[in-house]
C-alpha cells in the first residue's frame, strides 16, 4: 500500500488519537498542547488520499540527547501494512539528523504487538514498572541511534 508519511499539525494527530480503540480513556486537545509546550518535538502522520491512516509523536526528554517517542497508533483497518514501520523510520531518521543517540519508548505489558514490533527494530527491554496488574506493568524499551 502506498501512502505519505509527513509532519503533522497536532489537530491531525489528535484526530488520529480519537480513533484508536486501545487509547479508550477520553482526553483532550490540551493532553497533546500542554505535554509538548516549549519541548523540541516532531508530530507525525500517516496519510493516503486525504485519509490519516495513523501518527507518532516523540520529544526530547530530560536528558539531552534522548528522543521519548511517546504516543503513536494506527488505525486498525492499516495495521500491518507498513505505517507503523515508516512512520519511526521518518522518525529515527529525523532524530538522529538534530543529533539524538537514543530512543525510547514505553508500552504495556497488555500490548504484545507494540513489545514485539519495538524488538524487531532493534529495542531493548530495559526496564518493567509495576503498575496495577500485570497487564497494566509499564514495558520501557530503548534503542541506540
Known amino acids: ?9 497536532l489537530e491531525e494527530v489528535f484526530k488520529v488519537h480519537k480513533s484508536i480503540a486501545e487509547f479508550y480513556e477520553e482526553v483532550p ?3 497533546y498542547t500542554s505535554r509538548l509546550k516549549d519541548k523540541i518535538y516532531l508530530a507525525l502522520v500517516a496519510e493516503k488520499n486525504g485519509e490519516l491512516l495513523g501518527f507518532k509523536v516523540g520529544y526530547q526528554s530530560k536528558k ?24 519511526a523510520d521518518f522518525q529515527e531518521k ?4 538534530i543529533g539524538f543517540k537514543k530512543v525510547y519508548f514505553k508500552t504495556r505489558n497488555r500490548f ?5 514490533f519495538g524488538l524487531k527494530r532493534g529495542f531493548k527491554i530495559v526496564k518493567v514498572i509495576p503498575k496495577g496488574g500485570v497487564s497494566n506493568y509499564r514495558v520501557l524499551m530503548m534503542k541506540r541511534l
Open 94 to 97: 529525523w532524530a538522529r539528523k
Open 112 to 116: 504484545p504487538a507494540m513489545i514485539n
Open 1 to 9: 500500500m502506498e501512502f505519505l508519511v509527513r509532519e503533522a499539525f
Open 29 to 31: 486537545m490540551d493532553f
Open 64 to 87: 539531552p540527547h534522548v528522543l521519548y517517542s511517546w504516543m503513536g497508533g494506527v488505525k486498525p483497518e492499516f495495521r500491518k501494512s507498513g505505517v507503523a514501520t515508516a512512520l
